[in-house]
């Protein structure tokens, strides 16, 4: 009969008896219950305390459903499963949104970062992409209305390694298992993803089919013929899903500690941003820089853009092939350039102004994503920890005479940022609004107001 994780807590006397008796912290009992299974390296205090054998604990459910004999039999626990384009079979505990009709499909992307899962997740350049984190708490802040970065989630789904837990946040409204079924979204817990973060970086990120069926049957031959058949990114143009329908004002600067979000009621400067994709905080930034902004869709022409009057244009991040998005961008922001007004571009803006600019672009092997990456400004010598998500970077060997690199990336030596020499207009690959993430970069929000000073 095996011996549950609770039962040997019950033997033990308790949470707090068994954090006492075994040396280990009341924390590591939790996370005993959570896993449902006993690191092997307690199992000796616990045979001392309880009177059991090693035998005894090796009777456990395993923290992860195994891998059965028979690849297409379901292992005991499983009620998910992710399936890898090369026919990898992933199995895990579902939650989330159930899966019916056709599966979520996407590129299984990798997450480093500490915080800000909400913030991840409503990142509409996620478009396309099966999130794995490598944090493992992932929920235990539970959701709120507040951290939106968009109002619909873009991510194609997420990968975790533990159960969800419940919210421990006094900001918490709804538990993330409820908000991500109220918006259709899967998720699988349960998956070595410190195996599949390494697999992501020594291969490339491969393409995954994500199941959570009510019914608990699996296609798995359907599921690897519709990974394999999935095109992947490249020549994805992804910005017209996400971007806005139609242009719209936005006066709603950061949020703070006791007032929460402000509104930006004296602005000094006009600023139409290019959504191709853009998250919330940026609009916030922008206008707790002084700037009262208009959002124009991505598919806006430089006509429509100019009829506002702006003193600046900003170009968002967003999701897919730079390139593809090219096709109607790029010629847009050549007008814009021969304009002269200042430009401040992001991620895909950057991508796309470098483009503009006669440079190329490229497929990262594994991308940039999480809160933690170094990038060196090579002007000043400093080095900024930033907040990233992007599988693509600019050529920086294709720039031309009169743009310079401005910020390389300290994991591989990407190009981080450019700066047209001759006229008033720069770029980042990274995030400076850090939503989620550092606070390092804000300050080029100021040098985005500092050109359009300069420019009246």
């Known amino acids: 009969m095996p011996v549950s994780v609770d039962s040997i807590i019950e033997r033990l006397g308790g949470a707090d008896a068994a954090s006492r008796l075994t040396g280990v912290g009341t924390e590591a009992v939790r996370k005993w219950r959570q896993a449902k299974a006993?690191?092997?390296?307690?199992?000796?205090?616990?045979?001392?305390?309880?009177?059991?054998?090693?035998?005894?604990?090796?009777?456990?459910?395993?923290?992860?459903?195994?891998?059965?004999?028979?690849p297409d039999a379901v292992p005991a626990g499983a009620t998910a499963v992710l399936v890898l384009a090369d026919g990898s079979v992933l199995w895990g505990r579902g939650f989330g949104a159930r899966t019916a009709g056709t599966l979520p499909v996407g590129e299984v992307c990798f997450n480093t970062g500490l915080t800000g899962y909400q913030e991840t997740l409503t990142d509409p350049s996620y478009a396309g992409q099966i999130i794995t984190f490598t944090f493992p708490h992932i929920g235990n802040v539970g959701t709120n209305a507040e951290d939106l970065e968009a109002t619909n989630i873009a991510a194609r789904g997420l990968v975790v390694k533990q159960d969800i837990?419940?919210?421990?946040?006094?900001?918490?409204?709804q538990t993330l298992e409820a908000w991500l079924q109220a918006r259709g979204i899967t998720g699988i817990a349960g998956v070595d993803t410190r195996a599949l973060t390494m697999r992501i970086r020594d291969g490339g990120a491969p393409t995954g089919v994500l199941a959570f069926p009510a019914d608990g049957v699996f296609d798995l031959a359907a599921m690897k013929a519709q990974a394999a058949a999935w095109p992947g990114l490249e020549g994805m143009d992804l910005a017209k899903q996400v971007t806005c329908r139609q242009s719209y004002d936005w006066d709603e600067t950061e949020w703070a500690?006791?007032?929460?979000?402000?509104?930006?009621?004296?602005?000094?400067?006009?600023v139409v941003a290019v959504d191709y994709g853009a998250k919330r905080n940026i609009l916030?930034?922008?206008?707790?820089a002084g700037c009262r902004v208009t959002v124009v869709p991505a598919t806006a022409s430089a006509e429509e853009i100019f009829r506002h009057q702006p003193d600046g244009v900003f170009l968002s991040n967003g999701p897919g092939d730079p390139a593809a998005t090219a096709e109607y961008a790029v010629p847009v922001l050549r007008t814009v350039l021969e304009r002269g007004v200042p430009v401040f571009g992001i991620c895909l803006g950057h991508q796309l102004l470098a483009l503009a600019l006669g440079a190329r672009t490229y497929k990262l092997a594994r991308g940039h994503r999480g809160a933690n990456q170094p990038v060196k400004d090579?002007?000043?010598?400093?080095?900024?920890?930033?907040?990233?998500?992007?599988g693509f970077a600019v050529d920086a060997e294709r720039l031309p005479p009169n743009v310079a690199v401005t910020h390389v990336s300290l994991f591989d030596g990407s190009n981080e940022g450019i700066v047209v020499t001759d006229k008033p207009v720069f770029s980042v690959q990274y995030h400076p609004e850090a939503s989620p993430g550092p606070a390092d970069s804000h300050h080029l929000f100021g040098r985005f107001v500092g050109l359009m000073e300069r420019a009246r």
């Open 38 to 70: 006993i690191p092997t390296r307690h199992w000796p205090a616990i045979t001392t305390a309880t009177g059991l054998t090693m035998a005894d604990l090796m009777t456990q459910p395993s923290e992860t459903p195994a891998m059965s004999a028979s």
């Open 165 to 173: 837990t419940d919210p421990s946040n006094w900001r918490s409204t």
């Open 257 to 270: 500690w006791p007032e929460g979000a402000g509104r930006q009621t004296a602005a000094r400067f006009h």
């Open 284 to 288: 916030r930034c922008l206008a707790s």
């Open 378 to 390: 090579l002007v000043t010598g400093k080095v900024e920890i930033t907040s990233q998500n992007h």
